[in-house]
Nanobody
Framework: QVQLVESGGGLMQAGGSLRLSCAAS????????MGWFRQAPGKEREFVAA????????YYTDSVKGRFTISRDNAKNTVYLQMDSLKPEDTAVYYC????????????????WGQGTQVTVSS
């Protein structure tokens, strides 16, 4: 069982930055692929970014490319999402997810999910 705890959300003005963190339990964190997803009110949860265990390789949805950066620190069992140049449309609950097997990282087929952290961007 893997537990994920997100932190770092909050209220920010447009153009500002936030860094989300996701702390994971488990001895084999370095082998997990990790993803960030978000869900805005009235919308479905959508893929934001992912980072593989091996490589690692990073993947982003088009709307955040050049603004968001995903990274991981295997020594701390933590994955980060640095969010710069925030826009009001980035407002959502952000979820961290862990994938223990193989497969595409841009779908929601992850094995474990955190509880989410609210990010609100004001205009």
């Amino acid at each position: 069982q893997v537990q994920l705890v997100e932190s770092g959300g909050g209220l920010m003005q447009a153009g500002g930055s936030l860094r989300l963190s996701c702390a994971a339990s488990g001895r084999t964190f370095r082998t997990y692929s990790m993803g960030w997803f978000r869900q805005a009110p009235g919308k479905e949860r959508e893929f934001v970014a992912a980072i593989s265990g091996i490589g690692p390789n990073a993947y982003y949805t088009d709307s955040v490319k050049g603004r968001f950066t995903i990274s991981r620190d295997n020594a701390k069992n933590t994955v980060y999402l640095q969010m710069d140049s925030l826009k009001p449309e980035d407002t959502a609950v952000y979820y961290c997810a862990a994938k223990t097997g193989i497969g595409r990282l841009t779908t929601n087929a992850y094995d474990y999910w955190g509880q989410g952290t609210q990010v609100t961007v004001s205009s």
